[in-house]
């Protein structure tokens, strides 16, 4: 059995009646080509919101035969985010630029100590544009990061500093690391001032808050076995953050606006720093028009548009935590985009299908993640 639950109708109706939502409720019947690709992908509950500017729609498609899940779930589910994590720090960070509390260009040294590093001569040119750009030449991990082992791992560079495209959730922690320190204040109360409470992103959180005892999904691996909430034993601002789309939409409509930031700080975060190859080793041909911007990945529309100075077509990020998959991916040019979360393992499967239905062509987005 299928069940599609739509909610932000009326936002949308308003909306449509005054001229400023002019594709909404196209949005609104795309939804039905969905349930479908959710159920052979073998996914127990898909949460997504479609916005333009200010005006969103969401739903949660929940294909109830799979696994014979019976969890209640609904608009207010709560998912790990996981990578969506990363451009909500970022934000932060810039956010921190714009008040001069720290430069993106100078050493995260002078800000917190080095001391998981094996090679503190490199980690001391470590920036945070590096770390944000993912050019640090750190490892994903050191170590699994929710594991007891992991604060005292030892860092070792996977390449040399600054030198190309390396992933890196270690760089990410170094960074908030220092964020840390300089406000005084942990990674969550520092989001809740910067983001959280200003866009009323009331159900978000780094750390476990009490509603998620009952909110918070069960994830499920592609064995179809149940892996349960998978609460993690420290915030960190790679990987934990719990959400659900109605509140990360918030948060994205803000990013596409600059709301928050100063004109320059906009400008740069979003911003193209380096040509996201994966696999340093082996270029593949979804690589060709992906790049890093500060905290998110842009696209452009081939491969010859980055060399030629123009903007990106699209903005986007995935979030995998095993057993939970997210993606948001935004077109500033109509100012329209998509953000789903899932419980599966799967979630990643209908990433092509999910995207094409909105945007009309085939982004690079899931041979990038898969292959």
Known sequence: MKKITLFLILCVVISACDGSGSNILDLIRTVKEFPQDVKAAKIPVLQYSFFEDDVSVGGVILADSVYNYTQPANESSIFQAASLSKPIFAYIVMKMVDKGEIDLDAPISQYTDMERFEDKKMASILTPRMVLAHTTGLPNWAAGPSS???PT??????YP????FSYSGEGFSYLQRAVEAIRGASLDEIAR???FKPLEMNSTSYGWLP???SLALDGFNRAAENRGQGRHPRENSAYTLRTNAADYTRFLMALMDGKG???TSHSEMLKPQVHAIRYADNHRDCDSTIWWALGL???YSDTSAAEKGEEPRYYWHWGDNGNFKALFVFRPEDQIGVVYFTNSANGHDIVTSFTRVLFGEKLPIQDWIQK
Do not use: H, M, P
């Not at 791992?153 to 996977?158: A, H, Q, T, Y």
């Not at 500093?161 to 190309?164: K, L, N």
């Open 261 to 263: 930031l100063s004109d």
């Open 297 to 299: 990945g842009a696209i």
């Open 153 to 158: 791992s030892v860092i070792r560079f996977k």
């Open 211 to 213: 509603q998620y005892d």
């Open 148 to 150: 007891d082992e992991w």
């Open 161 to 164: 500093a600054d030198s190309c």
């Open 193 to 195: 001032e910067e983001v």
